[in-house]
C-alpha cells in the first residue's frame, strides 16, 4: 500500500529559527554573565559559609559508603576519603531540608569521623584519631583513595531506592528545585515506590492514581485527560514541553511506566515554563538516570486474559572510575482481552548514558522507542438502542471491530543534556529533545444505525483509515543561581526556549474496485469481526497538517525576603505562530511579544505549616472559526490560587488544600451556526471558573 504525505516548510523558518536560537543564547549570556558577576561581588566567604543554601536530602539508612555517595550527588561535591575508613560502618540515613554542612554532619553521626573543605566543591574525610608512626602491621593492605564525585546532578529529585511516596524537590512548576510545600501551586508527584506497589504500568494507570485528574476513553482508543474541567495537553520529558493530543497520541496515552522515576503533576496554568497551554495541568514524566553502583532487576508477570508482561532494568558504570554511566531498560506485554478478537503488544527500549566531561560537567545523551500494535480494535461505541428503542443487550464480550482492525502508534525521543556547575552554585544547563511519533489506522466498527431485534438487520460500518506523523523539535537553555540582595540569599533564573511542532494527517478512501467495499452489517447479533480487509486506495482523500513555532525567554526570581516568607516573580515573552491547513482550508495565527507573569508568595506558619497564594497567566491559542469563517483570537486570562500545604515527618507526609479561581476571555462557545466550509461555528465569551 503506497501512502504519501503533503504540504511543505515556510520559506524562511529554519533562518528564522537559527536567528531566534543564536539570539537567544546571546541575551542569555550576557544576563547570566552579570548575574554571576553581581553574585561574585555581593558573595565575599565562601559558599560553604555565611547564608549557605539549604538542600532537601531524602538519603535512606545504608552503608555509610552508599550514603556518601547519595549525599554527594545531591549535594554537587566531591568527597575524598580512604576506601577503608568506612568499611563496615552504617549510617542513619537523612531526610529534610539542610545546609551542606548540616548534612553532612548528621551522616558522619556517631561515625567518629569528620570533614573539612578543601575547596568551594571538595570535602575531606577522615578520622581524628592519633596514627602512630612506623609500619603498618602484618597482613595489612594498603588501600587507595575513594574519589566520590558529586557531579551536576541529573535528577536531584530522584526517587528511585528512596521507598518514599514524596519527592525531595520538584522543578516542574518554575524551574526552581523546591518542595512539594516550597511551591505555591498545587501538585501531586507519583513516585518510584508507589507506582510498584500499585503496580502502574502505563500512563493511565498513573493519571487514575493522581489526586483531581481523570481519564476518558472516547472510544475508537482515543483517551483524554481532565483537571479542573480541561482537558489536559501539556505534557512534558524530563521539563521539555511537548503537546498531548488526545485523538492522535502517537503512544502519549498508552506510555510505558517501566523507563520513568516518577510523574509529577502540576494542576493550574504553567506558563512560565510552558508558555501556550489551557489551566487543566502539566504531566511531567521524569525519566531514570544512570547509577554509578551496579544494580538491575528482571520481572516477569502474567494475569487474566493471557496478559504476559517481562522486564529488564540494568545500570551501573561503564568504566572503571565510574565518570561514565549508563542505563538500559526495556518492557514486553503480549494480552488479550475479555472482548472478543481483542489483543495488543507494546514493546519499549530505553537507553541513556551520563558522562562527567569535568568535575563539575554533566553530559547526558539518550533515546527511547516505544511501540504499540493492537488487533480487533474498535472505531466506536456498541449501539446503545434497537431499532424499537429498547437499550441493546449484547454479551460483555461483544466486540464490533473487525478482526483487522488496528491504531499501531509508535513514538521515539532522542535528547542530550549538557550541564555545568560553578564555584559560585550558579549553573547553566542546555536541552536539546527530538520527537518523533506516529500512527497508522485501519478501522472498521459495527457502530452506525440500530439493530432490528429479531434479524439483526439495521447496522452499518464506521469506517476509519488514517496515518500520521508529527514531529516535534525543541531547544532550552538556562541559567540558575543564588543572588545577594540586602545580605540575604535569593535565586534567579533565566532562559529561554525555541520551539517546533510538525503534525500531518492523511485519510485514505476505499478502492471500490477491491474486496471488503460493503458497509453493511448483514446481523449485528451474530458478528465476528470477521469480514475481508479493504484494499486502500494509494492517494490520500483528504490530508492536514499543521507547524506551530513557539518561541520565548523567561526570567524568575525566589526572594528570600524573611525567614518565614519566600516570593516568586516571573514573567515569560512568547511568540506564537500557527499555520494551519486543514481540509483544504488554509489559516494562519500568529502573536509576538505575550507575556505571560508568574507571582506566588509562601509564608511559613509553622515549622510544619505553610500559606500560599499564586497568580498565573494564561494563554492558549484556537482553532475554532466564527460563521465569517475567521480564526479566533488566543483565549487569555488568569489564574489565581490560595492554599495550605503542611509537610511531616521531614517531608515524608505532605498534605495541603487549595482554592482557585479562572477567569479567561475568548472562550469559544458554539454559535449556532456553521462557518463557510460547513463546520460548526464559535463565538467568544468571558468564562470564570472556581
Given at each position: 500500500m503506497?501512502?504519501?504525505?503533503?504540504?511543505?516548510?515556510?520559506?524562511?523558518?529554519?533562518s528564522?529559527?537559527?536567528n531566534?536560537?543564536?539570539g537567544?543564547?546571546?541575551?542569555l549570556?550576557?544576563?547570566?554573565?552579570?548575574?554571576?558577576?553581581?553574585s561574585?561581588?555581593?558573595?565575599a566567604?565562601p559558599?560553604?559559609?555565611?547564608?549557605?543554601?539549604?538542600i532537601?536530602?531524602n538519603?535512606?539508612?545504608?552503608?555509610?559508603?552508599?550514603?556518601?555517595?547519595?549525599f554527594?550527588?545531591?549535594a554537587g561535591?566531591?568527597?575524598?576519603f580512604?576506601?577503608?575508613?568506612v568499611?563496615g560502618?552504617?549510617?542513619?540515613?537523612?531526610t529534610?531540608?539542610?545546609t551542606r554542612?548540616?548534612?553532612?554532619?548528621r551522616?558522619?553521626?556517631g561515625?567518629?569521623l569528620?570533614?573539612?573543605?578543601t575547596?568551594?566543591?571538595?570535602v575531606?574525610?577522615?578520622?581524628?584519631a592519633p596514627?602512630?608512626?612506623?609500619?603498618?602491621?602484618?597482613?595489612a593492605?594498603a588501600?587507595?583513595?575513594i574519589?566520590?564525585?558529586?557531579?551536576?546532578s541529573?535528577?536531584?529529585?530522584?526517587?528511585?531506592g528512596?521507598?518514599?511516596?514524596?519527592p525531595?524537590v520538584?522543578a516542574t512548576?518554575?524551574?526552581?528545585?523546591?518542595?512539594?510545600r516550597?511551591t505555591?501551586?498545587?501538585?501531586s508527584v507519583i513516585?518510584?515506590?508507589?507506582?510498584?506497589?500499585?503496580?502502574?504500568?502505563?500512563i493511565?494507570?498513573?493519571v487514575?492514581?493522581?489526586?483531581g485528574l481523570?481519564?476518558?476513553n472516547a472510544?475508537a482508543?482515543?483517551?483524554?485527560?481532565?483537571?479542573?474541567?480541561?482537558t489536559i495537553?501539556s505534557?512534558q520529558?524530563?521539563?521539555?514541553?511537548?503537546?498531548?493530543n488526545?485523538a492522535?497520541?502517537?503512544?502519549?496515552?498508552?506510555?510505558?511506566m517501566a523507563m520513568?522515576d516518577?510523574?509529577?503533576?502540576?494542576k493550574?496554568t504553567s506558563?512560565?515554563?510552558?508558555g501556550?497551554?489551557?489551566?487543566?495541568?502539566?504531566?511531567?514524566?521524569?525519566?531514570?538516570?544512570?547509577?554509578?553502583?551496579?544494580?538491575?532487576?528482571?520481572?516477569l508477570?502474567?494475569?487474566?486474559w493471557?496478559?504476559?508482561r517481562g522486564e529488564l532494568?540494568?545500570s551501573?558504570?561503564?568504566?572503571e572510575?565510574g565518570t561514565?554511566r549508563?542505563?538500559f531498560v526495556?518492557a514486553?506485554q503480549?494480552?488479550r482481552?475479555?472482548?472478543?478478537?481483542?489483543?495488543?503488544?507494546?514493546?519499549?527500549?530505553y537507553?541513556?548514558?551520563?558522562?562527567?566531561?569535568?568535575?563539575?560537567t554533566?553530559l547526558?545523551v539518550?533515546?527511547d522507542y516505544?511501540?504499540?500494535?493492537p488487533r480487533?480494535?474498535?472505531a466506536?461505541?456498541?449501539?446503545?438502542?434497537?431499532?424499537?428503542?429498547?437499550?441493546?443487550?449484547?454479551p460483555?464480550?461483544?466486540?464490533?471491530g473487525?478482526?483487522?482492525?488496528?491504531?499501531?502508534q509508535?513514538?521515539?525521543?532522542?535528547?542530550t543534556?549538557l550541564?555545568h556547575?560553578?564555584?559560585n552554585?550558579?549553573?547553566?544547563?542546555?536541552?536539546?529533545?527530538r520527537?518523533?511519533?506516529g500512527?497508522d489506522?485501519?478501522?472498521?466498527s459495527a457502530s452506525?444505525?440500530n439493530p432490528?431485534?429479531?434479524?439483526?438487520?439495521g447496522?452499518?460500518l464506521w469506517?476509519y483509515?488514517y496515518t500520521?506523523k508529527?514531529?516535534?523539535?525543541?531547544a532550552?537553555?538556562?541559567?540558575?543561581?543564588p543572588?545577594?540582595?540586602?545580605d540575604r540569599?535569593?535565586?534567579?533564573?533565566?532562559?529561554?526556549?525555541?520551539?517546533?511542532?510538525?503534525?500531518r494527517n492523511?485519510?485514505?478512501?476505499?478502492?471500490?474496485t477491491?474486496?471488503?467495499?460493503?458497509?453493511?452489517v448483514s446481523?449485528?447479533?451474530n458478528?465476528?469481526?470477521?469480514?475481508?480487509?479493504?484494499r486502500l486506495l494509494?492517494?490520500?482523500?483528504?490530508s492536514?497538517?499543521?507547524?506551530?513555532?513557539?518561541?520565548?525567554v523567561?526570567v524568575?526570581t525566589r526572594?528570600?525576603?524573611?525567614?518565614?516568607?519566600?516570593?516568586?516573580l516571573?514573567a515569560r515573552?512568547?511568540?506564537?505562530e500557527?499555520?494551519?491547513?486543514?481540509?483544504?482550508?488554509?489559516?494562519r495565527?500568529k502573536?509576538?511579544?505575550?507575556?505571560?507573569?508568574?507571582?506566588g508568595?509562601?509564608?511559613d506558619?509553622?515549622?510544619?505549616l505553610?500559606a500560599?497564594?499564586?497568580?498565573t497567566?494564561?494563554?492558549m491559542?484556537?482553532?475554532?472559526?466564527n460563521e465569517q469563517?475567521?480564526?479566533?483570537?488566543?483565549?487569555?486570562g488568569i489564574n489565581?490560587e490560595y492554599?495550605l500545604k503542611a509537610?511531616?515527618?521531614?517531608g515524608?507526609?505532605?498534605?495541603?488544600a487549595?482554592?482557585?479561581?479562572?477567569k479567561?476571555?475568548?472562550?469559544?462557545?458554539?454559535?449556532?451556526?456553521?462557518?463557510?466550509?460547513?463546520?460548526?461555528?464559535?463565538?467568544i465569551?468571558?468564562?470564570?471558573a472556581?
Amino acid at each position: 500500500m503506497s501512502r504519501t504525505e503533503q504540504g511543505g516548510r515556510g520559506t524562511g523558518t529554519v533562518s528564522a529559527l537559527r536567528n531566534i536560537l543564536l539570539g537567544s543564547a546571546a541575551v542569555l549570556t550576557l544576563l547570566t554573565s552579570a548575574a554571576f558577576l553581581e553574585s561574585a561581588n555581593a558573595q565575599a566567604i565562601p559558599s560553604q559559609q555565611g547564608a549557605p543554601q539549604a538542600i532537601a536530602f531524602n538519603i535512606p539508612a545504608q552503608d555509610l559508603g552508599g550514603a556518601l555517595n547519595a549525599f554527594a550527588d545531591r549535594a554537587g561535591l566531591r568527597l575524598l576519603f580512604p576506601s577503608n575508613l568506612v568499611a563496615g560502618r552504617r549510617s542513619a540515613g537523612l531526610t529534610g531540608t539542610l545546609t551542606r554542612n548540616q548534612a553532612l554532619s548528621r551522616l558522619l553521626a556517631g561515625s567518629g569521623l569528620t570533614f573539612r573543605f578543601t575547596s568551594a566543591n571538595t570535602v575531606t574525610i577522615a578520622d581524628p584519631a592519633p596514627v602512630s608512626a612506623g609500619a603498618a602491621p602484618a597482613g595489612a593492605i594498603a588501600l587507595d583513595t575513594i574519589d566520590v564525585d558529586g557531579v551536576p546532578s541529573s535528577d536531584p529529585g530522584r526517587t528511585e531506592g528512596t521507598g518514599a511516596y514524596t519527592p525531595s524537590v520538584t522543578a516542574t512548576a518554575t524551574r526552581f528545585q523546591l518542595t512539594p510545600r516550597e511551591t505555591p501551586q498545587s501538585i501531586s508527584v507519583i513516585t518510584q515506590q508507589q507506582m510498584n506497589d500499585f503496580s502502574l504500568r502505563s500512563i493511565n494507570d498513573v493519571v487514575n492514581q493522581t489526586p483531581g485528574l481523570s481519564v476518558q476513553n472516547a472510544g475508537a482508543g482515543i483517551t483524554n485527560y481532565y483537571a479542573r474541567g480541561f482537558t489536559i495537553q501539556s505534557m512534558q520529558y524530563d521539563g521539555m514541553q511537548t503537546y498531548l493530543n488526545g485523538a492522535y497520541p502517537g503512544t502519549d496515552t498508552s506510555r510505558d511506566m517501566a523507563m520513568y522515576d516518577r510523574v509529577e503533576v502540576l494542576k493550574g496554568t504553567s506558563g512560565l515554563t510552558t508558555g501556550a497551554g489551557n489551566p487543566g495541568a502539566t504531566i511531567n514524566l521524569i525519566r531514570k538516570k544512570p547509577t554509578r553502583a551496579f544494580q538491575g532487576y528482571t520481572t516477569l508477570r502474567a494475569g487474566s486474559w493471557d496478559d504476559y508482561r517481562g522486564e529488564l532494568d540494568l545500570s551501573g558504570a561503564l568504566n572503571e572510575s565510574g565518570t561514565v554511566r549508563g542505563r538500559f531498560v526495556t518492557a514486553h506485554q503480549d494480552a488479550r482481552s475479555y472482548l472478543s478478537h481483542r489483543e495488543q503488544k507494546s514493546s519499549l527500549f530505553y537507553g541513556i548514558v551520563e558522562a562527567d566531561l569535568t568535575p563539575d560537567t554533566l553530559l547526558t545523551v539518550g533515546a527511547d522507542y516505544q511501540r504499540f500494535v493492537p488487533r480487533g480494535y474498535t472505531a466506536g461505541m456498541i449501539p446503545l438502542f434497537n431499532s424499537l428503542g429498547e437499550f441493546n443487550t449484547v454479551p460483555r464480550s461483544f466486540n464490533p471491530g473487525a478482526r483487522w482492525g488496528t491504531w499501531e502508534q509508535n513514538a521515539s525521543n532522542v535528547f542530550t543534556m549538557l550541564e555545568h556547575r560553578f564555584d559560585n552554585e550558579w549553573r547553566i544547563k542546555l536541552h536539546l529533545l527530538r520527537q518523533v511519533s506516529g500512527y497508522d489506522m485501519a478501522i472498521a466498527s459495527a457502530s452506525g444505525g440500530n439493530p432490528n431485534p429479531l434479524d439483526g438487520s439495521g447496522v452499518s460500518l464506521w469506517r476509519y483509515n488514517y496515518t500520521g506523523k508529527t514531529r516535534t523539535d525543541t531547544a532550552e537553555l538556562f541559567a540558575s543561581g543564588p543572588l545577594w540582595l540586602f545580605d540575604r540569599k535569593h535565586e534567579l533564573i533565566v532562559g529561554g526556549r525555541i520551539s517546533r511542532r510538525d503534525w500531518r494527517n492523511n485519510g485514505f478512501g476505499v478502492d471500490p474496485t477491491g474486496p471488503g467495499t460493503s458497509n453493511i452489517v448483514s446481523d449485528f447479533y451474530n458478528w465476528t469481526g470477521n469480514i475481508p480487509q479493504p484494499r486502500l486506495l494509494p492517494v490520500p482523500t483528504n490530508s492536514n497538517r499543521e507547524v506551530h513555532d513557539e518561541n520565548g525567554v523567561y526570567v524568575a526570581t525566589r526572594l528570600n525576603v524573611h525567614d518565614r516568607l519566600k516570593v516568586l516573580l516571573g514573567a515569560r515573552v512568547a511568540d506564537y505562530e500557527a499555520n494551519r491547513l486543514n481540509w483544504g482550508v488554509s489559516s494562519r495565527l500568529k502573536k509576538s511579544g505575550q507575556v505571560i507573569p508568574y507571582y506566588g508568595a509562601v509564608f511559613d506558619l509553622t515549622d510544619a505549616l505553610s500559606a500560599y497564594a499564586s497568580y498565573t497567566g494564561i494563554f492558549m491559542p484556537q482553532t475554532a472559526q466564527n460563521e465569517q469563517g475567521a480564526t479566533l483570537p488566543p483565549l487569555e486570562g488568569i489564574n489565581t490560587e490560595y492554599g495550605l500545604k503542611a509537610a511531616f515527618f521531614d517531608g515524608r507526609l505532605n498534605a495541603s488544600a487549595a482554592y482557585f479561581q479562572l477567569k479567561q476571555d475568548n472562550y469559544a462557545v458554539p454559535s449556532g451556526g456553521l462557518t463557510p466550509i460547513g463546520t460548526p461555528a464559535y463565538l467568544i465569551v468571558r468564562r470564570t471558573a472556581s
